[in-house]
């Protein structure tokens, strides 16, 4: 038996209209809540910014499992990661690069740079910018 594998990068695997990404939905970042929400068969070229918030809060109005999330208010996305890129330290978001900000909700997801395999942090901006000016993590404490 023969065992062949691919040197095709899984970035370039599927095409953009078929891509799988992945959305870390952000409860709380100073007791690092997050739940990864996979998406298949997502077509890159013409899913815009708005519209993949509304899937994913679809998702999450209507999944199970998600019942922790429905109170949060998320209306922001950030690129965590490509596929093949650099990670951050961060364990639930990119706290660099504020420009990776997805702030034009008018804008196709090809037209960003996302890819197959691309992670996104979908979160609440305000609570994002209340972390970054004290980014304590609350669960590694002392009581």
Known sequence: MSHKFSDMLTNIALPKTQATITLRVIKSF????????VLHMLNLEITTVGELKDIARRA???????????????????????????KTTNLIINMDHDDWIFDDD?????????????????????AYSAFKENPEIRWDIPQ
């Open 30 to 37: 100073e007791y690092r809540t997050e739940r990864s929400l």
């Open 106 to 126: 008018s804008r196709t997801l090809a037209e960003l740079g996302i890819e197959n395999e691309t992670e996104i942090s979908f979160f609440n901006h305000v």
């Open 60 to 86: 999450i109005q209507t999944g199970s499992g998600w019942k922790p999330y429905r109170n949060v208010h998320l209306d922001t996305l950030k690129l965590y990661t490509k596929a093949h890129g650099a």
